[in-house]
């Protein structure tokens, strides 16, 4: 059974940093792509970034150059950096095995202008 615990967020000033966590267990984040999606209120949730068992990266054209994804093996742990952050960026963030249905209780990032 995948689960997936999500952590990090938080209330921050624009053009601050954040670090999401996602700790993960039922699966290997060394051989599973994963990624990091974010729902905003009244919008639809999208794919920001996204990280292959090869460590390809991937990222949503508004986060590139800001948001960092990457991930520790020996501790099963997904993490998001988030840079120069953006009221535009607040949200719910979950994290996801792409190939995988389940979903993590979500974190919420609040960025303030």
């Known amino acids: 059974q995948v689960q997936l615990v999500e952590s990090g967020g938080g209330l921050v000033q624009a053009g601050g940093s954040l670090r999401l966590s996602c700790e993960a267990s039922?699966?290997?984040?060394?051989?599973?792509?994963m990624g990091w999606y974010r729902q905003a209120p009244g919008k639809q949730r999208e794919l920001v970034a996204s990280?292959?068992?090869?460590?390809?990266?991937n990222y949503l054209g508004s986060v590139k150059g800001r948001f960092t994804i990457s991930r520790d093996n020996a501790k099963n742990t997904v993490f998001l950096q988030m840079n120069s952050l953006k009221p535009e960026d607040t949200g719910v963030y979950y994290c996801?095995?792409?190939?995988?249905?389940?979903w993590g209780q979500g974190t919420q990032v609040t960025v303030s202008s």
């Open positions: 996801r095995a792409l190939l995988f249905t389940s």
């Open positions: 039922g699966i290997s984040v060394r051989i599973n792509a």
């Open positions: 990280i292959t068992g090869d460590t390809i990266t």
